[in-house]
Antibody, heavy 121, light 107 residues
Framework: QVQLVESGGGVVQPGRSLRLSCAAS????????MHWVRQAPGKGLEWVAV????????YYADSVEGRFSISRDNSKNTLYLQMNSLRTEDTGVYYC??????????????WGQGTLVTVSS | DIQMTQSPSSLSASVGDRVTITCQAS??????LNWYQQKPGKAPKVLIY???NLETGVPSRFSGSGSGTDFTFTISSLQPEDIATYYC?????????FGGGTKVEIK
């Protein structure tokens, strides 16, 4: 069965960096686009970034463009989100989510359990 | 960016009631619209994709309709396990955007 397990969350000061990981299993990771979606405490869902199946295409929300970087290692079945220059408004649960196709759009057919990032001084 | 306006933001209904949620896009998105259910403390789960297609394994009491800018999500007979927040999401254009959510409670 498909499993997505995020890790790397924690408490970090504003301006610092953090790298999230998402370990995938139960499907051919290298064949599908992958996303990061976040949710601030008590708020709705916000799409953050997407990467195509082969890593050749990457897109970001305006709110994280230039600060966050999405990447993947298909040999390790792992998705990453490098988060730099963190702000208090980046606080929330970060989910990795699988796309049902190799491309960068569509919907999210499987989600991880999420990892909490808290940006606070 | 495409804005998704979802209504109502919350509702209270009795078990067995028919529940309807609407989602309006700020521009034509054809049928590139999905619906998710999120229970407290859990990750979202896709229920409907491409406006009206039921995801495998999802009960048939859930349905979706619409195209262009106006979409509807319906629970034909509300069950206690349907207590959750529901979100619409468009994928016509990047950035992918969600509606603000509808919290469904039991009366």
């Amino acid at each position: 069965q498909v499993q997505l397990v995020e890790s790397g969350g924690g408490v970090v000061q504003p301006g610092r960096s953090l790298r999230l990981s998402c370990a995938a299993s139960g499907f051919t990771f290298s064949s599908y686009g992958m996303h990061w979606v976040r949710q601030a405490p008590g708020k709705g869902l916000e799409w953050v970034a997407v990467i195509s199946y082969d890593g050749s295409k990457k897109y970001y929300a305006d709110s994280v463009e230039g600060r966050f970087s999405i990447s993947r290692d298909n040999s390790k079945n792992t998705l990453y989100l490098q988060m730099n220059s963190l702000r208090t408004e980046d606080t929330g649960v970060y989910y990795c989510a699988k796309a049902p196709t190799p491309v960068t759009t569509g919907y999210f057919d499987y989600w991880g359990q999420g990892t909490l990032v808290t940006v606070s001084s | 960016d495409i804005q998704m306006t979802q209504s109502p933001s919350s509702l209270s209904a009795s078990v067995g009631d028919r529940v309807t949620i609407t989602c309006q896009a700020s521009q034509d998105i054809s049928n590139y619209l999905n619906w998710y259910q999120q229970k407290p403390g859990k990750a979202p789960k896709v229920l409907i994709y491409d406006a009206s297609n039921l995801e495998t394994g999802v009960p048939s009491r859930f349905s979706g309709s619409g195209s262009g800018t106006d979409f509807t999500f319906t629970i034909s007979s509300l069950q206690p396990e349907d207590i959750a927040t529901y979100y619409c999401q468009q994928y016509d254009n990047l950035p992918l955007t969600f509606g603000g959510g509808t919290k469904v409670e039991i009366k």
